[in-house]
T-cell receptor, first 111, second 113 residues
Framework: EDQVTQSPEALRLQEGESSSLNCSYT??????LFWYRQDPGKGPEFLFT???AGEEKEKERLKATLTKKESFLHITAPKPEDSATYLC????????????FGKGTRLHILP | DAGITQSPRHKVTETGTPVTLRCHQT?????MYWYRQDPGHGLRLIHY???????DKGEVSDGYSVSRSKTEDFLLTLESATSSQTSVYFC????????????FGPGTRLLVL
């Protein structure tokens, strides 16, 4: 059964304190791994799609990396506006596979 | 922002009442999805559509039905609402079946008393 586990559930950082969020996945052949950001009361906002192990993508202070078993979302020198819930999702290779979402990591950046 | 709107944005209803939520898109994307989001759970797929009048079940479809009579509109109906259906409902769209980026609407917060 396809599974996505995100850790930690919640993370508090001081402004400028870099860290990483983890997304471990189990899928029978990875078609794509997705990262989303979700602000309170809003819908998820797309950040990145990764397709194969070794791939990396960057956007401002965020960098997503992918291995065969997990993905990391690295946050460098975060600012308070980076506070949000970050969601990870995966889709398997089979045509009928649906996207499976993790429960998310709530990130709070203190000024 | 992707052109996705949901209505209503908030709704309070009573157990046993039928409820219909609407998702409207201006992107002309073929695929549309309904998810629910609850504390302690990830987003869970309820139903999806791969074209006008073409729909299929997701992970948590019991108690829900959908309809898509036009490309731009995807309706989610709770035939007889129950308290367990209290949730936040998100609509999403994509150009390909779950293989590419899904863009989400702003959500509908539903409370069933």
């Amino acid at each position: 059964e396809d599974q996505v586990t995100q850790s930690p559930e919640a993370l508090r950082l001081q402004e400028g304190e870099s860290s990483s969020l983890n997304c471990s996945y189990t899928v029978s052949g990875l078609r794509g791994l997705f990262w989303y950001r979700q602000d309170p009361g809003k819908g998820p906002e797309f950040l990145f799609t990764l397709y194969s192990a070794g791939e990396e993508k960057e956007k401002e202070r965020l960098k997503a990396t992918l291995t065969k078993k997990e993905s990391f979302l690295h946050i460098t020198a975060p600012k308070p506006e980076d506070s949000a819930t970050y969601l990870c999702a995966v889709k398997g290779m089979n045509r009928d596979d649906k996207i499976i979402f993790g429960k998310g990591t709530r990130l709070h950046i203190l000024p | 922002d992707a052109g996705i709107t949901q209505s209503p944005r908030h709704k309070v209803t009573e157990t046993g009442t039928p409820v219909t939520l609407r998702c409207h898109q201006t992107e002309n994307h073929r695929y549309m999805y309904w998810y629910r989001q609850d504390p302690g759970h990830g987003l869970r797929l309820i139903h999806y559509s791969y074209g006008v009048k073409d729909t299929d079940k997701g992970e948590v479809s019991d108690g829900y039905s959908v309809s898509r009579s036009k490309t731009e509109d995807f309706l989610l109906t709770l035939e007889s609402a129950t308290s367990s259906q209290t949730s936040v409902y998100f609509c999403a769209i994509s150009t390909r079946l779950a293989a590419e980026t899904q863009y989400f609407g702003p959500g509908t917060r539903l409370l069933v008393l």
